[in-house]
């Protein structure tokens, strides 16, 4: 059996999340500054959204939500919502968010929309 490379996995996933997001309106994505060596940053940069959301990305079979939340959680530095996308092979886009953050951003959807904007 062939060995894994990981940084490929994770860079094949990476392009694939920037597919979606482009697929669905949110054109110009791209991988982030992590990928070039840089510490901290989301695993891409959509335009728009990018403003308001860190983005983790994991495209792997075994699952280990709290873990990649936390570290959403810990390189967002309180400064934009932790999400992370994850997929498995043949299966869709699924994404974490903390159920309070989900809270939030619904409520200020709600208050848009009661104040008519």
Known sequence: M???????KGQRGELS?????????????KRGF?????I?????????????LHMEIKHCEKL?????MEQATRDSKALKVPMVMMKSNNRPWMSLFWTVDV?????AETMEVSDGT
């Open 64 to 68: 280990h939500p709290y873990k990649w």
């Open 40 to 52: 901290e940053q989301p695993d891409i940069i959509i335009p728009v959204l990018s403003d308001f």
């Open 103 to 107: 809270a939030g951003m619904l409520r």
């Open 34 to 38: 992590q990928a070039r060596g840089g």
């Open 17 to 29: 999340a920037i597919r979606f997001w482009g697929d669905e309106g949110w054109q110009g994505g």
């Open 2 to 8: 062939a060995k894994i490379n990981s940084r490929k």
